[in-house]
């Protein structure tokens, strides 16, 4: 009887953390996003008095917290209306022009910029190709995304054409590895960018649909 109840119980408890797995993991991101995102934000509020936002000297309120965030996007919502305009990018341009001219900042910002720049450019088809490589050893394969298929003073160096290939860690992808490869050794697949990284970041558990064309 007692062995009964125990496994009986314990089939309970493992069907109930599968249903409240998913919900718990849901909320505990979107708490780390949060208060990511709040540590920044709540210094927009400078201008109030700790008196009124602050529960204690460092614990902002949480509802403050959400004006905070809130008034973070109406800015970078404005900001985007000013750079549709014309008087908006000019004085983006000078702004760009005086970052670049200030010792040290200027790489982290041009480094930065270049990057924001070929992540979010339409023309740039590499970006949104799944790969399939062999690695870190032959007979392994991993998942991979390839970012670009130019590389001149790589490629003047070797002499199969190369490509590069960002393999992202798993379960975090904003980590991993840049890797430089043959053409003929990296395997392009159909699946999205979107259903690449939701293969990853569950582990390979949520496996994305394919119909294989006769």
Request: charged letters at 15%; a positive charge; hydrophobic letters at 45%.
């Amino acid at each position: 009887m007692k062995n009964n109840f125990l496994a009986h119980w314990r089939g309970n408890f493992l069907t109930g953390l599968a249903v409240v797995m998913p919900a718990l993991i849901s909320v505990y991101v979107l708490v780390l996003i949060f208060g990511n995102l709040t540590a920044v934000t709540d210094k927009l509020l400078f201008f109030l008095p700790d008196s009124l936002t602050h529960r204690s000297e460092s614990q902002i309120y949480w509802y403050w917290s959400m004006v905070a965030l809130a008034l973070a996007v109406s800015i970078v919502c404005g900001i985007g209306v000013l750079a549709r305009n014309y008087f908006g990018k000019r004085m983006i341009e000078w702004m760009d022009s005086a970052l670049m001219h200030v010792p040290f900042l200027n790489k982290i910002y041009g480094a930065t910029k270049q990057v924001n720049d070929a992540l979010t450019s339409g023309n740039k088809e590499s970006f949104k190709t799944v790969v399939l490589i062999e690695f870190p050893h032959p007979g392994t394969w991993s998942l991979g995304f390839l970012t670009s298929e130019h590389h001149p003073e790589v490629q003047s160096r070797l002499a199969d054409p190369i490509v590069s290939v960002f393999v992202p860690a798993t379960p975090n992808p904003t980590s991993g590895f840049l890797l430089f490869l043959p053409e003929n050794k990296v395997t392009k697949l159909e699946m999205s960018v979107a259903e690449g990284i939701k293969y990853i970041i569950s582990l390979g558990a949520i496996v994305p649909g394919f119909e294989k064309k006769r």
